[in-house]
C-alpha cells in the first residue's frame, strides 16, 4: 500500500510560480510510474504530467514548456514547478502512483492540494 501526501498548493496571482510536492511512504525505485493529475470543479481528472520508472516523462500540451515535474529518489519524492500560471491551471492536483502489483498494476492516489490562480 503506498500512501501519497501532496503539500504546496495555494492562492497565486496569474504569472507566477508554484511547486507541488509528493512524499511517497516507500521507495520509488520500486513504483513504475508517478505523475500529477488536475481536476477542475465540473471537469474530468486529467493528466498533467508523468514520469516513469525509466526516467521518461510525459506532459499535456496545456502546460508544455510552463511545467517541470522531476523526481527525488533518496528522498522519496516527486516535484511539480509550475511556472507561468494561468487561472485555467486552477484545480485540485493529484498525485498518483502506478504500482505493479501481481499480473497488473495498481493506482495510488494522494489527497489532492487546491491550486488557485487569480486573474
Known amino acids: 500500500q503506498v500512501q501519497l501526501v501532496e503539500s504546496g498548493g495555494g492562492l497565486v496571482q496569474a504569472g507566477g510560480s508554484l511547486r507541488l510536492s509528493c512524499a511517497a511512504s516507500?521507495?520509488?525505485?520500486?513504483?513504475?510510474?508517478m505523475g500529477w493529475y488536475r481536476q477542475a470543479p465540473g471537469k474530468q481528472r486529467e493528466l498533467v504530467a508523468v514520469i516513469r520508472s525509466g526516467g521518461t516523462i510525459t506532459y499535456a500540451d496545456s502546460v508544455k514548456g510552463r511545467f517541470t515535474i522531476s523526481r527525488d529518489n533518496d528522498k522519496n519524492m516527486v516535484y511539480l514547478q509550475m511556472n507561468s500560471l494561468k487561472p485555467e491551471d486552477t484545480a485540485v492536483y493529484y498525485c498518483?502512483?502506478?504500482?505493479?502489483?501481481?499480473?497488473?498494476?495498481?493506482?495510488?492516489w494522494g489527497q489532492g492540494t487546491q491550486v488557485t490562480v487569480s486573474s
Open positions: 516507500e521507495s520509488i525505485f520500486s513504483i513504475t510510474s
Open positions: 498518483k502512483a502506478v504500482k505493479v502489483r501481481g499480473a497488473g498494476f495498481r493506482d495510488y
